[in-house]
């Protein structure tokens, strides 16, 4: 293969449309070598007209051709990249496949050491020698060697394009000046190539700056992964230790109600079973008292009788009362009572407040088919704006008819947090149940039990749900956030500008999944579910 490869015509194994090496060469029907980028990009600029050619014989083809990859040109490539097939050094060395050659060399073309911008030739070391040598040529450009030199070649007049016109932005020789690009802004090539290479300069030096800004910007963005990550673990180890004393507290907390409880149940139990033992006393000494009166009951001398009852002695009330009245459930409610307030304590501390630290957001989007006909949906499904004329919806039997309100797309599960910033005159923003009615009074966010909403202004708030409507005090906010446990029947509002306040907080069962809601009122309100931002809790 490399001896073959050594007189290899270079035209055989260059690619007629890119006029280099063949890379990757597929064979046409018709039987031609092309690069396979190459005549794909021939190909995609014939898409429009539905037909296919070759570029060397013209054959058409109706349907786009299938190439196959030719794997003796391939092979072939392959072998002169590694092998080189050198066979001496300096000017013995003979052109290869993939070299430029030289144009004057006659027999065997050896490889082109430079190209001339004047003569439009490549030269060898030995016929370059001129250039160095002879004063004439001493003036010539020369430049590393290329296939391209013909580019350089006006197409109209034949003669070197030593010019630019500005106008057309293309390369021109001395005489287009004077017939097609007659009145053009023209400059020489030099001059152009200078202009040009100034402002690339320029701008290779703005990309470098840019590239250090960056690379700065890297190194903070790095820096903050590795002081995040040694914070994360500093965190992580501080709570575990704050956890493993709050439980060792829970624990001992534990462990002392435990004892209060049996202490009070030992000393509860010692005192009713002292209370049965004289009880028990009681009760034998009142048997023996009634035996012996049945005894003289049943005394048939009537003297006798009258005898034995003077000398019996009176009856006795027991010592002890016989309404003995025990509560050992009341007697260990205060116990209860206080459990009970520790568990409230830290649930609501570990479902509720808890969120201010670690709120879980959710992406919510709104419903455009639930949106009223005054309200404009847009940013991708974020904002809703209330307009003063109808927009074209189509119909459909989720949009609601009476008052301003949409609904989200998804159903809100689990535990999700999400805000709502809200602009103009007032707002409303609420969960429902997706069988929520969508004509009439009770489709009203908070006007049944299918819905509960909070209605902001500049000065207030009003919580509504089932119907009934109450004041909720706190800071003025056009920001909003809410957050949902729906398993634990949680829904909390708050208000999110530059604290976390809470401004009211549901503990209900919720029955069916939710979606979020929201409701404008005049014309020119607005309302947008924002991205979370974090902050400190009041």
């Given at each position: 293969m490399a001896e073959a490869g050594a007189h290899l015509n270079p035209e055989m194994s260059s690619c007629l449309i890119c006029l280099d090496p063949l890379v990757d060469p597929v064979t046409v029907p018709c039987g031609h070598v092309y690069c396979t980028s190459c005549i794909h990009t021939h190909w995609d600029g014939e898409d429009d007209n539905k037909t296919y050619s070759c570029p060397q014989c013209r054959q058409i083809?109706?349907?786009?051709?299938?190439?196959?990859?030719?794997?003796?040109?391939?092979?072939?490539?392959?072998?002169?990249?590694?092998?080189?097939?050198?066979?001496g050094s300096g000017d013995h060395i003979y052109s290869e496949v993939l070299d430029v050659t030289c144009d004057m060399c006659t027999e065997t073309r050896r490889r082109a050491a430079k190209s001339c911008l004047q003569c439009l030739v490549s030269y060898c070391s030995s016929h370059l020698q001129p250039h160095y040598d002879v004063p004439q040529f001493k003036r010539h450009e020369l430049i590393e060697p290329t296939r391209r030199l013909q580019e350089n070649i006006c197409p109209h007049h034949g003669e070197l394009m030593r010019m630019f016109c500005r106008t057309d932005q293309q390369c021109i020789c001395y005489h287009c000046p004077v017939d097609e690009h007659k009145g053009h802004d023209t400059v020489s090539a030099v001059?152009?190539?200078?202009?040009?290479?100034?402002?690339?300069?320029?701008?290779?030096?703005?990309?470098?700056?840019?590239?250090?800004?960056?690379?700065?910007?890297?190194?903070?963005?790095?820096?903050?992964?590795?002081?995040?990550?040694?914070?994360?673990?500093?965190?992580?180890e501080y709570s575990e230790e704050i956890f493993t004393v709050l439980m060792r507290l829970v624990e001992k907390r534990r462990c002392n109600v435990k004892e209060l409880i049996r202490s009070r149940k030992e000393t509860q139990v010692n005192r009713v079973k002292d209370l049965q033992r004289k009880l028990m006393q009681e009760i034998s000494e009142l048997r023996r008292e009634d035996a012996e009166l049945l005894k003289l009951l049943l005394v048939e001398d009537h003297n006798q009788f009258l005898q034995s009852c003077a000398s019996q002695p009176n009856i006795r009330k027991p010592s002890h009362s016989s309404g003995v009245s025990l509560l050992p459930l009341c007697y260990f409610e205060d116990v209860t009572a206080a459990v009970s307030e520790l568990r409230h304590h830290l649930q609501f501390s570990l479902d509720d407040d808890w969120t201010n630290t670690f709120r879980q957001p959710c992406d919510v989007t709104l419903d455009t088919n639930t949106a009223h006909k005054y309200l404009s949906v847009c940013e991708g499904g974020k904002r809703v704006t209330q307009m003063t004329q109808k927009q074209s919806h189509v119909p459909h039997p989720h949009r609601f008819s009476v008052w301003q309100q949409v609904l989200s797309r998804d159903a809100l599960t689990g535990r999700c947090y999400w805000e709502v910033e809200w602009s103009g005159s007032a707002a409303g923003v609420a969960v429902a149940y997706k069988n929520i009615k969508r004509d009439g009074a009770e489709s009203q966010f908070g006007s049944s039990d299918r819905s509960w909403a909070l209605n902001c202004n500049n000065n207030s708030y009003v919580f509504q749900h089932g119907g009934i409507s109450w004041a909720v005090s706190g800071p003025p906010s056009s920001r909003i956030g809410l957050y949902l446990?729906?398993?634990?029947?949680?829904?909390?509002?708050?208000?999110?500008?530059?604290?976390?306040?809470?401004?009211?907080?549901?503990?209900?069962?919720?029955?069916?999944?939710?979606?979020a809601g929201l409701r404008l009122y005049l014309s020119g309100d607005t309302a947008k579910f924002t991205k979370l931002t974090l902050m400190s809790a009041a």
């Open positions: 083809f109706t349907e786009r051709p299938v190439q196959k990859k030719n794997i003796t040109f391939a092979d072939l490539m392959e072998e002169l990249k590694k092998t080189g097939h050198r066979t001059a152009e190539r200078d202009e040009r290479q100034k402002e690339l300069e320029v701008g290779q030096r703005r990309i470098k700056a840019w590239i250090q800004e960056k690379e700065k910007d890297l190194k903070v963005l790095q820096q903050e992964v590795e002081v995040t990550c040694r914070s994360a673990d500093k965190t992580d446990d729906h398993r634990a029947g949680v829904l909390s509002f708050y208000s999110a500008s530059k604290t976390m306040t809470l401004l009211h907080r549901v503990q209900t069962t919720f029955t069916q999944p939710l979606y």
